[in-house]
Each structure stands twice: as structure tokens, then as C-alpha cells.
């Protein structure tokens, strides 16, 4: 039977810093184990994961690359991973982050991990080897392997950019919900009279895909849906895409009276490429996108989208990472909401 955590023997105060040793003769295992449950808890038993868990937290221990930060005369680290480090959205959740960690005197280990839940693990092993403080990740979709981890080292962290599903147990969270703004830019549509409302998706990732359940539900809602409707891309999106994926929809013959971009830059190369075949937005066709990028307030017509708060929630995410690294309890999650800007091209 596991001990309890009482009984674990607690060093006192200056006897010297707590070791993997000292995790594991508290536990009563070997330093192996207790190395293997920091770096792949899954390979060990519940059981016995349980035990080394309660010795680490009993004693205080603290893996050996984050002692030798807190050891050292340098400022304190705190890792942030974000899918892109070109696309503006993430560029503006950066900023907010900077603009509440650096003045604290935190430096900021910044990772891009492409979109991919792998290379996001793989980063996320090399950044801990620096000793990070907190973490802020984005998005609730990292590995089974990663989750268990995360738990398992119970390093103060923040999610960013969605919000966990009703009920769903969840680290703390900062976000809106993707799913709620595309079904309110799909309703706002079909408020203006257009019928045949396409969504076009670039890039799939999972936040992608949410704003896609967003559309279907308002296009179901009011009996318009039609699985021809859903036009899917894998490839990154950029405002040439946009332009390369219109001219595949006119070949095609699909008629459309709008479309929903999943994201601004697509919409903006949709618009160019629309009116350099001589066709009228929004009269021939109206065009939406998600995200409100700096440029579509000023191309013509102007794009109606959905503002994302992504300042706002690099700046939140930042200041309950603070409380967690100051020994506060977890926040609920917390919705930012979004904004309808509505311009001339829908």
C-alpha cells in the first residue's frame, strides 16, 4: 500500500537541496524510477506513479535543471509554444505575454511548433531540461503522453486561445469559444439573405475545425447545410492560397453566394482573386473571414470577420501563470469573447 503523503520524512530548512535520491528513498524505490516517472510516466504503474508523486510533493522536490535556474543569478524562465511564429494572430498573444512576464524580471523560452502535436512534445522535453517556472501552451490537444507529464510534474501552466467543453476537467484556460464565433458569422450570413454559404478550411488544425462546427451548426439550424459546402484544404494558409482555392471552386462549377474563411489571409487572397476576374464582392459573391488581421480593415471593400482577442489572452494567460507560479490556486477558465466587425464585403 502506497505510504501516505504525512509520512513521507520532510527535510528541514537549509539541510541542503532535496535530490532525486531523496524522492526515492522516501518512495522506496530506485532513482531510476523516479527518473522515469519525471520523464515518461507512462511506462510506469499508477500505483507506484502515485507514490513518487506524493514524495515529490511532500519533499519539495524540484528536477534538477529548474534547481539550477533557481540557483543561479539568472532571471526565471517561463516556456510559451505557439503553432506559428509567422501568423499575426500568435504574434499579438507574444506580445501580450512579453509585456506581463519581462518586467517581472522573466525571460521567455519561445517555441514553434508547426502545428504539430509530436514536435510540440519533443519541444516541450527540450525546454524542460532549462528548468522553467510556468508554461503556456496553446490550444488543449497535446499528446495522452504529454498530458500525463505535465500532471505528473504539475508544473504551473496556462492554455491559450480555447476554451475547455462544457464539464470537460481542464488545466486553467484562457480563451474564447472558436465554436460560437463562426456559428455567429455564419447567422449574420444568413441574416443578409445569403443561402448557398460555403466554408472554406486551410490548414485543419483543431481550432480550424471548430469554428467549421460553428458554420454546420448554424447552416443545420436553418436547414441549409450540405456536406458539398465544406471545401477542405491541408496546406497552410496565406493570401495566395486564398486566391489558388477560389480559382478551384469557379472550375468546379459550385455556385455560392458566400464564403467563410477560416482565417483572414485566405479570405483577403479570395477578395483579390475575385475582383481580378472582374466579379463584384459581395454582389456576385460575399466573402467573411476569423480573426480581424491588421490588413483587412483597409483592403477594398473591407473584410467583414470575427476580432479575436489574441493581445488579450497572451496578456491573461501571462498574469494567472504569475498567481500559479506564486502559489495561488488554479483559476476557472476564462472567456474573452470575440467581436462581429461587419465591412462591405458581406
Not at 28 to 33: D, E, F, K, L, N
Not at 216 to 244: C, F, K, W
Not at 258 to 275: H, I, K, R, T, Y
Request: aromatic share 6%; proline share 6%; hydrophobic share 45%.
Amino acid at each position: 500500500m502506497a505510504p501516505a503523503t504525512s509520512s513521507l520524512p520532510r527535510r528541514r530548512r537549509g539541510a541542503g537541496r532535496v535530490t532525486l535520491a531523496d524522492v526515492a528513498s522516501a518512495a522506496g524505490v530506485s532513482s531510476i524510477t523516479v527518473s522515469r516517472v519525471l520523464n515518461d510516466p507512462g511506462k510506469v504503474s499508477a500505483d507506484l506513479r502515485d507514490r513518487i508523486v506524493a514524495a515529490i510533493a511532500e519533499l519539495g522536490y524540484v528536477p534538477n535543471g529548474a534547481a539550477r535556474a533557481l540557483a543561479s543569478a539568472r532571471p526565471l524562465l517561463v516556456a510559451v509554444l505557439v503553432p506559428s511564429l509567422t501568423n499575426e494572430v500568435f504574434v499579438e498573444t507574444l506580445r501580450g505575454i512579453r509585456e506581463v512576464l519581462q518586467p517581472k524580471g522573466y525571460q521567455i523560452l519561445i517555441g514553434d511548433t508547426g502545428y504539430d502535436a509530436d514536435d510540440e512534445a519533443r519541444m516541450l522535453d527540450t525546454y524542460l531540461a532549462f528548468g522553467p517556472g510556468g508554461l503556456l501552451l496553446t490550444g488543449l490537444q497535446q499528446t495522452e503522453a504529454v498530458k500525463l507529464r505535465l500532471e505528473t510534474l504539475r508544473l504551473p501552466r496556462v492554455h491559450m486561445m480555447e476554451l475547455p467543453a462544457p464539464n470537460q476537467p481542464a488545466p486553467p484556460t484562457v480563451g474564447f469559444s472558436q465554436t460560437a464565433a463562426a456559428t455567429a458569422m455564419a447567422d449574420y450570413l444568413i441574416g443578409r439573405n445569403y443561402r448557398r454559404i460555403g466554408f472554406l478550411a486551410t490548414q485543419l488544425d483543431h481550432r480550424t475545425l471548430l469554428r467549421r462546427d460553428g458554420w454546420r451548426a448554424s447552416m443545420q439550424a436553418h436547414g441549409l447545410y450540405n456536406t458539398d459546402l465544406e471545401i477542405t484544404d491541408p496546406g497552410r494558409s496565406s493570401v495566395g492560397r486564398g486566391g489558388e482555392l477560389l480559382t478551384q471552386i469557379l472550375a468546379s462549377g459550385m455556385k455560392l453566394d458566400a464564403l467563410f474563411c477560416n482565417n483572414d489571409d485566405v479570405a483577403q487572397g479570395v477578395v483579390f482573386e475575385a475582383q481580378r476576374r472582374g466579379m463584384d464582392v459581395p454582389k456576385d459573391l460575399a466573402v467573411v473571414g476569423f480573426n480581424d488581421l491588421a490588413a483587412s480593415a483597409w483592403i477594398n471593400p473591407g473584410l467583414t470577420t470575427i476580432a479575436t482577442p489574441r493581445y488579450e489572452v497572451g496578456r491573461e494567460a501571462a498574469l494567472r501563470l504569475l498567481e500559479l507560479m506564486g502559489g495561488g490556486s488554479a483559476p476557472a477558465p476564462l472567456d474573452l469573447g470575440f467581436r462581429l466587425v461587419t465591412r462591405g464585403s458581406a
